[in-house]
């Protein structure tokens, strides 16, 4: 073979391998069918609380059922920060992809860069907490939280025998799930008019430790006649749990909490804790991700699908349901 001719085959077989590289970049991004893969970014309140952790792993196990979804995990640290959120929903927007599951930190400051999304094309689909009217998604996927309210209102009531003094521990303002717990809870019990609520305005934030130090102080003001609290999410109930621990008030006011941790099973299993409002955030991830697949593909979705509601209890805590419920699989 001339220099010419060795030349011209060693230009063909580059060409050749950069053909070849090329088309594997695109397989890549392709389902193993050969359809194009579907990227859906899903977008919690946060990211550091076992909850939503829980919520990734159902959503990753509907994308590996679907077998043509790439899950996009993207949220805040923490569930105060509402611009992180937004800013992160935007980036969504400019990575133009294929829809978005979203949880809103607050019902009204996540409006805009819905509409946004969907102006551009992108459907929307809402979990967990409620997103004020206007913008036009797909579905809302979630616990009927003011039923869950209602529900440890009743917990609290037969833990109580019926009569006393209650404490509602509020989260944050903005948060439209935590705000239907709340309103749900003192809406029964005004089927216990033996039952007097002594303070239902403060609120314990996003983390443990402001809802320790909030608990604290109530527990100066009440603490002597006090017969039950309500808290109504994870860090607020971990919170509440270490600072009647900590006044020796564990097992004396009883205690019901939204959502599990360890700290609360382990609660519910010592005595520490009467109850927990269970909720399903696997089922929640996986029927948000499902949702919106089958809309993106034609199909017509209900505009509020509910994830169920359950109340754990030292008496049911083994059963095989609420042993699931309590300790749910998390995305690594």
Request: proline share 4%; charged share 25%.
């Amino acid at each position: 073979m001339n220099q010419i001719s060795r030349c011209v085959s060693l230009c063909l077989a580059f060409s050749v391998a950069i053909a070849v590289g090329c088309n594997d970049k695109t397989t890549s991004s392709s389902a193993p069918n050969g359809t194009p893969r579907l990227r859906i970014a899903v977008v919690p309140k946060g990211t550091s609380h076992e909850f939503w952790k829980s919520v990734h792993f159902g959503a990753l196990k509907a994308a590996d059922e679907l077998g043509n979804v790439e899950v996009i995990w993207r949220g805040p640290v923490v569930e105060s920060d509402t611009g992180s959120q937004i800013e992160v929903v935007k980036n969504m927007i400019t990575m133009q992809v294929d829809g978005i599951v979203l949880a809103p930190n607050q019902k009204g400051g996540l409006v805009e860069a819905v509409d946004e999304a969907i102006a551009e094309g992108i459907p929307v689909v809402i979990f967990d907490s409620g997103l004020d009217e206007g913008p036009e998604i797909v579905s809302y996927v979630a616990t009927d939280n003011f039923k869950g309210g209602q529900m440890a209102a009743d917990e609290m009531a037969k833990a109580i025998g019926e009569k006393g003094n209650v404490i509602l521990l509020r989260y944050m303002a903005g948060s439209e799930s935590t705000e239907q717990r709340e309103e749900g809870f003192l809406d029964q019990l005004k089927q216990y008019p033996d039952i007097k609520v002594v303070s239902s305005d403060q609120r314990g934030g996003d983390n443990t430790t402001s809802s320790k130090e909030k608990v604290d102080q109530l527990l100066q003001i009440h603490g002597d006649d006090l017969a039950g609290i309500f808290a109504v999410c994870e860090p607020n109930a971990n919170g509440t749990l270490e600072s009647l621990r900590n006044a020796g008030l564990n097992k004396k006011v009883k205690f019901i909490a939204f959502d599990p941790s360890d700290a609360l099973v382990e609660a519910l299993t010592d005595g520490s804790c009467s109850g927990i409002v269970l909720q399903d955030p696997v089922q929640m991830g996986y029927q948000s991700v499902k949702t919106l697949v089958a809309a993106i593909g034609g199909e017509s979705a209900d505009k509020f699908k509910s994830t169920g509601e359950y109340v754990a209890t030292p008496e049911n805590m083994t059963e095989d349901r609420f042993q699931e419920l309590l300790n749910p699989e998390i995305a690594e």
